[in-house]
């Protein structure tokens, strides 16, 4: 099992870049699909974007299509998220996931291993 860590989260004023980045142990990170959720004060944890095993596969949430990049690296354990053009309403504490499948992964229940969360903010 691998166990995911977070970071690359902070303060950016809106349309202004981040890069998360998502560094997972274990000797197995490349027989795991990883995905991206995130919880806004108040709402429920929200599917933002997951990458297949591979990285050839990749699926978004549709007010991030455009703006949002995931990719991984599998030599370095690996998975990256870079959002650009960011919104007020991408404030949220992000997590990175990782489930045990070799597709795309976008509903939480399907993920088992999850990080501790790192805050985005975005200023109007």
């Known amino acids: 099992q691998v166990q995911p860590v977070e970071s690359g989260g902070g303060l950016v004023q809106a349309g202004g870049s981040l890069r998360l980045s998502c560094s997972a142990s274990g000797r197995t990170f490349r027989n795991y699909a990883m995905g991206w959720f995130r919880q806004a004060p108040g709402k429920e944890r929200e599917f933002v974007a997951a990458i297949s095993w591979n990285g050839y596969n990749t699926a978004y949430r549709d007010s991030v299509k455009g703006r949002f990049t995931i990719s991984r690296d599998n030599a370095k354990n690996t998975v990256y998220l870079q959002m650009n053009s960011l919104e007020p309403e991408d404030t949220a504490v992000y997590y990175c996931?990782?489930?045990?499948?070799?597709?795309?992964?976008?509903?939480?229940?399907?993920?088992?291993?999850w990080g501790q969360g790192t805050q985005v903010t975005v200023s109007s």
């Open positions: 996931a990782a489930s045990p499948t070799f597709g795309v992964v976008t509903t939480p229940h399907e993920y088992n291993s």
